[in-house]
């Protein structure tokens, strides 16, 4: 069956740091993969998607490339803000479905 | 342009009442999904309407679940007889149509606590 793993959390840095947010996936087909965030007192947006293999979503600085040799689609920011303080989850679709698996999501907390 | 809405915000009821929420998706959005997300949690799925087609019910937890939705507006999720592990936070989302590519959007979510 479909399913995602991501790196649990929390994770902790400093502003500017470095951000990599690990996610693999289980799925018998070519799925859609994405990367919704949860602010605080918010609901669940999308940050980015890709499609087919090899493509690279972007938004706000985030970035993850659609790995099918690797079943992965790690988030990725080159430096990252208190603003990004979030949850973030990594999902799959699959081609044909309509039921969106997500993983546990992984929390992130940004120092000042 | 207006969002998915959801109501009540928060529930709190005492064990074996009846719950009902509300969820009013994006004006046009075909599709509509319901989640349950526990505490520290990911996302489960419950059920899912598209237009006018049988409701996809293979993730409601029991027969105490239930939901509607008239044609392509309104739902509800009533969660009967609840339990205290009926307790999370129910999250609806609505996409344009269905597809492997859609977007859903999500509204804020409905914190049910069953004291």
């Known amino acids: 069956g479909n399913s995602v793993t991501q790196m649990e959390g929390p994770v902790t840095l400093s502003e500017e740091a470095f951000l990599t947010i690990n996610c693999t996936y289980t799925?018998?087909?070519?799925?859609?993969l994405f990367w919704y965030v949860q602010y605080p007192g918010e609901g669940l947006q999308l940050l980015l998607k890709?499609?087919?293999?090899?493509d690279k979503g972007s938004n706000k600085g985030f970035e993850a490339t659609y790995r099918k040799e690797t079943t992965s689609f790690h988030l990725e920011k080159g430096s990252v803000q208190v603003s990004d303080s979030a949850v973030y989850f990594c999902?799959?679709?699959?081609?044909?479905?309509?039921?969106?698996?997500f993983g546990a999501g992984t929390r992130l907390f940004v120092k000042a | 342009g207006a969002g998915v809405s959801q109501s009540p915000s928060n529930k709190v009821t005492e064990k074996g009442k009846d719950v009902e929420l509300r969820c009013d998706p994006i004006?046009?959005?075909?599709?509509l999904y319901w989640y349950r997300q526990r505490l520290g949690q990911g996302l489960e799925f419950l059920i899912y309407?598209?237009?006018?087609?049988?409701?996809?019910k293979s993730g409601l937890p029991s027969d105490r679940f239930s939901a509607e939705r008239t044609g392509e507006s309104v739902s509800t999720l009533t969660i009967q007889r609840t339990q205290q592990e009926d307790s999370a936070v129910y999250l609806c989302a609505s996409s344009p149509r269905t597809g492997a590519q859609e977007t859903q959007y999500f509204g804020p979510g409905t914190r049910l606590l069953v004291l």
């Open positions: 004006s046009g959005h075909t599709a």
């Open positions: 890709a499609t087919k293999a090899d």
């Open positions: 309407f598209q237009g006018n087609s049988a409701p996809d």
């Open positions: 999902a799959l679709r699959n081609t044909g479905g309509f039921k969106t698996i």
């Open positions: 799925a018998t087909g070519y799925p859609s």
